[in-house]
């Protein structure tokens, strides 16, 4: 039987059709409520800068705007740290993504499946490693360590996005250059690389928005960036106002931008002309360089992934009682890893139908995809910020604040939008005509999820699943500002202890962190095999 006609006939038998729909409008709204709640934070922010004292004035915008030292500053150091970051990133992660996922190397799946491991280490832990080993008194105020910092942390992830890029064009104008005699050299950088763009680009507007979104790493060495001022200004004044304007131009900046690229990873429907998997890829010959470039990638990689944590295994064991300093921190582990796995369900089930409606309901698409680039172009402390003028006030919404329950929702609306964009390929691949021919026999929405979306995209869901777990393990600039007391999160206590120096405590912190997503990238490797370790 057609898998469509199947599913209708399978809910038609067992659920009431009155049921149904009202079982569909509360999915419905409960989609609709995530996407609006998620909103209403920064706009709320952003409306409050009109406001002082109840009237409506412009003081706030002409005391920002009229600094021009200010954004000098912002801009410059702002700059120079995305720079210095994208161009070590693009050219160390162009270099290993080719290398392990388009050469004939050997053991490319274990240096794949290590890079991946690299790619779940939290920011604040090769931060802490590498101002461990460098200094921080030496690198204070210092646009190029905060850039190299960033840069070590994110070309592993560059490297498996360029690497899945490459891998995945397709090998017929591969092979007719190599026929002609063009050679290996000139057909990856005449056919293949062309040919990937789309993740060279994806890889490198990543890399800008990562960076220029975080401060974790700027405020310990003081240097001022746009994400920094917007933290500092919070914390110094405690009013929204200031901190908001500082990053209206890089929102408005971050959401042309991505709002100019959502054909690419937004769009309804495959785009036209990119690269597809064809099957097996071909492998570049590397001849008599095989076994060097062997070594070379594997030295890289395993550098990378055990660096931070031999040198922060040495710190820690530096201290007195180590395994009691670890269970000191008991309750921080409870917190990061009860928070984090609870809003990694949530925001994989929600991330489900927030994707279905983009992808297959035309009159929603502009919406979702309006809401997914505003809340990319949110620097993490405004959407803090957020959460704070909505819920710090008496009654059910302090209840929130002051529990657990305010750090699952901010690590929920921060990674949505990224489970949304993980799921969209999978929504993708599920056959029209499978619903469509559901529709015609009667089933509605909540049939179509329940016996058809939800089980295809299970794996999908399981990627996103895992992926936003790491994320919120890891997750420091918008948690640190509404962590409830009392409820300290592994990073947020590191953050106030990496001020005064990478001593022992704040070792074991960083190796409790590195411990903890172990399991969900063996998770990412198992369901990841097939796409990055064939």
Same mark, same amino acid.
């Given at each position: 039987?057609?898998?469509?006609?199947l599913?209708?006939?399978?809910?038609?038998?067992?659920?009431?059709?009155?049921?149904?729909?009202?079982?569909?409008?509360l999915?419905? /709204?409960?989609?609709?409520?995530?996407?609006?709640?998620?909103?209403?934070?920064?706009?709320?922010? $952003?409306?409050?800068?009109?406001?002082?004292?109840?009237?409506?004035?412009?003081?706030?915008? @002409?005391?920002?705007?009229?600094?021009?030292?200010?954004?000098?500053?912002?801009l410059?150091?702002?700059?120079?740290?995305?720079?210095?970051?994208?161009?070590?990133?693009?050219?160390?992660?162009?270099?290993?993504?080719?290398?392990?996922?388009?050469?004939?190397?050997r053991?490319?799946?274990v240096?794949?499946?290590? =890079?991946?491991?690299?790619?779940?280490?939290?920011?604040?832990?090769?931060?802490?490693?590498?101002?461990?080993?460098?200094?921080?008194?030496?690198?204070?105020?210092? @646009?190029l =360590?905060?850039?190299?910092?960033?840069?070590?942390?994110?070309?592993?992830?560059?490297?498996?996005?360029?690497?899945?890029?490459? @891998?995945?064009?397709?090998?017929?104008?591969?092979?007719?250059?190599?026929?002609?005699?063009?050679?290996?050299?000139?057909?990856?950088?005449?056919?293949?690389?062309?040919?990937?763009?789309?993740?060279?680009?994806?890889?490198?507007?990543?890399?800008? $928005?990562w960076?220029?979104?975080?401060?974790?790493?700027?405020?310990?060495?003081?240097?001022?960036?746009?994400?920094?001022?917007?933290?500092?200004?919070?914390?110094? @004044?405690?009013?929204?106002?200031?901190?908001?304007?500082?990053c209206?131009? !890089?929102?408005?900046?971050?959401?042309?931008?991505?709002?100019?690229?959502r054909?690419?990873?937004?769009?309804?429907?495959?785009?036209?002309?990119?690269?597809?998997?064809?099957?097996?890829?071909?492998?570049?010959?590397?001849?008599?360089?095989?076994?060097?470039?062997?070594?070379?990638?594997?030295?890289?990689?395993?550098?990378?992934?055990?660096?931070?944590?031999?040198?922060?295994?040495?710190?820690?064991? !530096?201290?007195?009682?180590?395994?009691?300093? =670890?269970?000191?921190?008991?309750?921080?582990?409870?917190?990061?890893?009860?928070?984090?796995?609870?809003?990694?369900?949530?925001?994989?089930?929600?991330?489900?139908g927030l994707?279905?409606?983009l992808?297959r309901?035309?009159?929603?698409r502009?919406?979702?995809?309006?809401?997914?680039?505003?809340?990319?172009?949110?620097?993490?402390?405004?959407?803090g910020?957020?959460?704070?003028?909505?819920?710090?006030?008496?009654?059910?919404?302090?209840?929130?604040?002051?529990?657990?329950?305010?750090?699952?929702?901010?690590?929920?609306?921060?990674?949505?939008?990224?489970?949304?964009?993980?799921?969209?390929?999978?929504?993708?691949?599920?056959?029209?005509?499978?619903?469509?021919?559901?529709?015609?026999?009667?089933?509605?929405?909540?049939?179509?999820?329940?016996?058809?979306?939800?089980?295809?995209?299970?794996?999908?869901?399981?990627?996103? =699943?895992?992926?936003?777990?790491?994320?919120?393990?890891?997750?420091?600039?918008?948690?640190?500002?509404?962590?409830?007391?009392?409820?300290?999160?592994?990073?947020?206590?590191?953050?106030?202890?990496?001020?005064?120096?990478?001593?022992?405590?704040?070792?074991? /912190?960083?190796?409790?962190?590195?411990?903890?997503?172990?399991?969900?990238?063996?998770?990412?490797?198992?369901?990841?095999?097939?796409?990055?370790l064939?």
């Amino acid at each position: 039987m057609h898998p469509g006609r199947l599913a209708s006939s399978c809910f038609a038998d067992y659920v009431d059709p009155v049921f149904a729909r009202l079982v569909g409008t509360l999915l419905f /709204l409960l989609h609709a409520a995530a996407v609006v709640a998620s909103l209403a934070g920064p706009v709320l922010v $952003l409306l409050s800068t009109f406001r002082e004292d109840r009237h409506i004035t412009l003081a706030a915008w @002409r005391h920002v705007f009229g600094d021009l030292s200010r954004w000098v500053a912002l801009l410059g150091n702002t700059g120079a740290v995305a720079g210095i970051a994208v161009l070590v990133c693009m050219a160390a992660g162009t270099v290993l993504g080719v290398t392990l996922f388009r050469t004939d190397i050997r053991c490319r799946r274990v240096w794949i499946a290590v =890079m991946l491991l690299t790619a779940t280490i939290p920011l604040y832990v090769v931060s802490a490693s590498i101002i461990g080993m460098a200094g921080l008194e030496r690198w204070l105020g210092s @646009r190029l =360590m905060v850039g190299l910092i960033h840069a070590a942390a994110y070309v592993p992830i560059v490297s498996l996005i360029i690497g899945v890029a490459v @891998r995945s064009v397709s090998a017929d104008l591969e092979e007719a250059a190599l026929v002609e005699g063009v050679g290996s050299v000139r057909t990856l950088r005449h056919v293949t690389l062309p040919m990937a763009a789309g993740g060279l680009v994806a890889s490198m507007v990543l890399v800008v $928005l990562w960076v220029t979104t975080d401060y974790s790493v700027s405020d310990v060495l003081l240097v001022r960036t746009f994400a920094e001022e917007v933290y500092t200004q919070y914390q110094l @004044r405690g009013r929204l106002q200031e901190p908001a304007l500082v990053c209206v131009p !890089q929102i408005v900046l971050f959401a042309a931008l991505l709002w100019s690229l959502r054909r690419g990873f937004l769009s309804g429907e495959p785009a036209e002309g990119g690269p597809t998997a064809v099957g097996s890829p071909h492998r570049f010959r590397t001849g008599r360089w095989r076994w060097p470039a062997t070594v070379a990638a594997g030295a890289v990689v395993l550098a990378l992934a055990l660096g931070p944590g031999v040198f922060l295994g040495w710190r820690l064991s !530096q201290g007195r009682d180590r395994v009691q300093l =670890m269970l000191s921190f008991a309750s921080e582990i409870r917190t990061s890893i009860a928070t984090s796995l609870a809003a990694a369900l949530l925001t994989a089930a929600l991330a489900v139908g927030l994707a279905w409606f983009l992808v297959r309901r035309r009159r929603w698409r502009s919406v979702l995809v309006a809401y997914v680039v505003l809340m990319l172009s949110f620097p993490a402390p405004i959407l803090g910020m957020g959460l704070i003028r909505i819920f710090n006030r008496p009654g059910l919404g302090g209840w929130v604040y002051d529990s657990p329950l305010i750090l699952v929702l901010a690590y929920t609306f921060r990674f949505l939008p990224v489970a949304i964009v993980v799921l969209i390929p999978a929504i993708r691949t599920v056959p029209r005509e499978c619903e469509l021919a559901a529709k015609v026999d009667g089933c509605g929405t909540l049939g179509t999820w329940w016996y058809m979306i939800w089980p295809l995209c299970l794996p999908a869901a399981l990627v996103a =699943m895992l992926a936003v777990l790491v994320l919120a393990i890891g997750e420091l600039p918008c948690s640190l500002l509404v962590t409830p007391p009392g409820y300290l999160t592994v990073g947020a206590r590191f953050f106030s202890l990496i001020h005064y120096g990478l001593y022992p405590d704040a070792a074991a /912190l960083c190796v409790i962190s590195m411990a903890a997503v172990l399991i969900p990238w063996g998770g990412l490797v198992w369901l990841l095999r097939k796409r990055l370790l064939s």
